[in-house]
């Protein structure tokens, strides 16, 4: 929006120009999300407390220890997430772009799913929430819809063609299956970041140093000269959504705050399905849907032990890990919760430097 009110005025006024600079908008969407989580966070806590009294019910066959530490925390956090990016990016993204409303359409329709979900979980005081298949009819619905909107903006055959990192002359083209492998991205990326979101700060930062990454990308892949020089795939006008990605490291940051260890309040699904289909999203539109999965390797990883304990319980009778998704294993081994989150953390930045080695290695 107010890239729009200041661009008649770029040539007489100095900020109004400044303004037009992508970097400064991405820069300024980062600090108003952060601030404005700061200044409402604690007011939503409070009203969350009041309004969902016991807190987001704990699973009775999760860690011991949740039943104690977690018990009475009020979830459904993700609402102050998903204001603040949605405002900061309205605030400061070129309203015109197709690909800002695209992401923000598919964020906004994951969180509303989540919000529904958690929902249900406070109004039966159960952990158990919308059922599996409502959950995903709704999440393939939206996927492949914004998948196809993504497609028809992006021009030529990198619309509906599958980079492959590293091979810069390498374009899988997938013609019509395109809007299900994107959709299968996004929903993946989304239910990845839900598994991971278990302990206090564990989704959020990985969260966070994901859009980080993926906010140069967009700058980089929108950029000609950039793009040029890297020998990536140039998709013209994709840069916005570094406003997009900016804005989820500022809301990401101003949630951290509070819910760092001891957390004071969760995220819940409302949080969580909405920042994995982010990500999942700005992949597709940039891209780097295999990427990805490199960046984020660490919910991939979460996810495929959840998967793996699952087929080989059914398969054998007996579990590989003590308990899933993964974290929950290292609970079990005695780890402290804090010595957990660090070094997934550590993983993630590990992770999300060979994820930007993909941009140069060609």
Known sequence: ???????????????????????????????????????????????????????????????ESHLLTKKGTPTMGGVLILSTLTVSTLLWADLRNQYVWAVLTLTLGYGAIGFIDDYIKLSKASFRG?????????????????AIWIMSITRGPLGTGLVVPLLKDVLIPLGLAFPLVAGFVMIGASNAVNLTDGLDGLAIVPTIIAAGVFALI????????????????????????????????GAGLGFLWFNAPPARVFMGDTGSLALGGALGAVAVATKHEIVLAIVGGLFVVETLSVVIQV???????????????????????????????????????????IGLATLKIR
């Open 130 to 146: 919308l059922s599996g298949r409502g959950k995903l009819v709704l999440q393939v619905g939206l996927a492949v819809g914004v």
């Open 218 to 249: 967009a700058y980089l892949v929108g950029n000609h000269v950039f793009a040029e020089y890297l020998r990536i795939r140039e998709v013209p006008g994709v840069g916005e959504l570094s406003v997009f990605c900016s804005s989820i490291i």
């Open 311 to 353: 087929f080989w319980f059914k398969r054998t009778g007996r579990r590989v890990f003590l308990m899933a998704p993964l974290h929950h294993h290292f609970e079990k081994k005695g780890w402290a919760e804090p010595t957990i989150v660090i070094r997934f953390w550590i993983v993630s930045v590990i992770l999300a430097l």
């Open 1 to 63: 929006m107010l890239y729009d009110l200041a661009r008649p005025f770029a040539d007489q006024i100095q900020l109004a120009n400044l303004i037009r600079y992508l970097t400064f908008r991405s820069g300024a969407a980062c600090m108003t999300a952060l601030i404005l989580s700061l200044v409402l966070g604690p007011a939503l806590i409070r009203w969350l407390k009041s309004v969902q009294g016991s807190g987001q019910p704990i699973r009775p066959d999760g860690p």
